[in-house]
């Protein structure tokens, strides 16, 4: 297949969409081809999940009203198969509409182009997981250190003007936050996932990230033992404590053990379940206390119930 134009990082336009093969090429587009699901591939370490939920379901029903509108991006492989570089969802969401083919642009690029593109385009999403952010973040960094930039965002807080442009623009991020972002790509999958899960916050997080492996597993059979995540200040004391070889089960024990002000035992109600009991005179911000009269007067009522019982 002959080179295609140089890779565009942007997405296909509006305008673009609707073009037949013949204006596309008198625009010197790509053309777009029907290409079957069976003969394309993932893209290697692809670090964007794709998820079977509402949103798929969304996009599979779309699909099959109105087919796919944006082409997913190929890249043709020596063997003569195709590799996925933008459009993971929308394939997917093809294979569950039952369809056989997808339509493409298929493009020339090399390995490291393809990676731009990949990260580019899955950081116009709406939601990114702190995950996908990290380890996309950090491939893109290692594309750009192998086209013979400077790799130098983990070296420390002074980050060059450059790495921001190219790495945090998009989605509005400092330089110095892309590099706590990379950080997180040193912790073990399972406690990234309580990072994605949101029950550990992204800051203590990144500092955790600089424990050793085993002293992660050790902090992550703690946090399963006590059921409560580690706050930023117990984040820092932990990797001071490993800087220094003094970080041991005990130590995390100690640490985790302390109270922390953000997670002192705490009730959830869901309002609208509560507001079933309570009377439609009662303002919103009165709420709590009428509960907690309810609870007194429910407390008064068992207290006579039992005198009544120990009466008999």
Do not use: W
Not at 84 to 90: D, F
Not at 154 to 167: H, I, M
Not at 248 to 261: A, C, G, H, L
Not at 274 to 288: C, D, E
Request: glycine residues 4%; proline residues 5%; contains cysteine.
């Amino acid at each position: 297949m002959k080179n295609v134009q140089k890779i565009d990082l942007g997405l296909t336009g509006y305008d673009e969409l609707f073009m037949n093969d013949a204006e596309r090429k008198e625009n010197k587009l790509p053309r777009i081809y029907d290409v079957p699901i069976s003969e394309i591939d993932d893209f290697p370490d692809h670090p964007f999940k794709v998820k079977v939920d509402e949103d798929m379901d969304q996009l599979v029903q779309s699909i099959k009203e109105r087919g796919i509108i944006t082409p997913v991006t190929l890249r043709p492989k020596e063997d003569g198969r195709y590799e996925i570089v933008s459009g993971h969802r929308r394939k997917k969401a093809c294979e569950l509409a039952g369809l056989d083919t997808v339509k493409a642009e298929v493009r020339e690029m090399t390995r490291d182009e393809a990676i731009i593109l990949m990260v580019e385009s899955n950081l116009q999403r709406s939601t990114i997981l702190p995950s996908e952010k990290a380890f996309s973040y950090k491939m893109r960094l290692e594309a750009m250190n192998r086209q013979g930039q400077r790799n130098d965002l983990t070296s420390g807080p002074v980050v060059p003007k450059f790495s921001r442009d190219a790495l945090g623009d998009k989605a509005e991020e400092s330089g110095r936050q892309v590099s706590r972002y990379i950080r997180l790509t040193e912790l073990i999958p399972e406690l990234l996932q309580l990072v994605d899960d949101s029950r550990i916050a992204f800051r203590p997080a990144v500092e955790l990230s600089y424990l050793k492996k085993e002293e992660q597993a050790a902090l992550l059979e703690e946090i399963s033992y006590t059921d409560a995540t580690p706050s930023l200040a117990q984040a820092i004391k932990m990797k001071k404590f490993s800087q220094e070889g003094k970080l041991s089960q005990e130590v995390i024990e100690s640490i985790m053990s302390e109270e922390k002000p953000n997670q002192k035992e705490k009730i959830s109600i869901k309002y609208e379940e509560a507001r079933r009991y309570i009377p439609a005179s009662v303002p919103f911000n009165k709420t709590g206390d009428y509960i907690m009269k309810a609870l007194e007067y429910y407390h008064r009522y068992q207290e006579r119930q039992k005198d009544r019982g120990e009466a008999r």
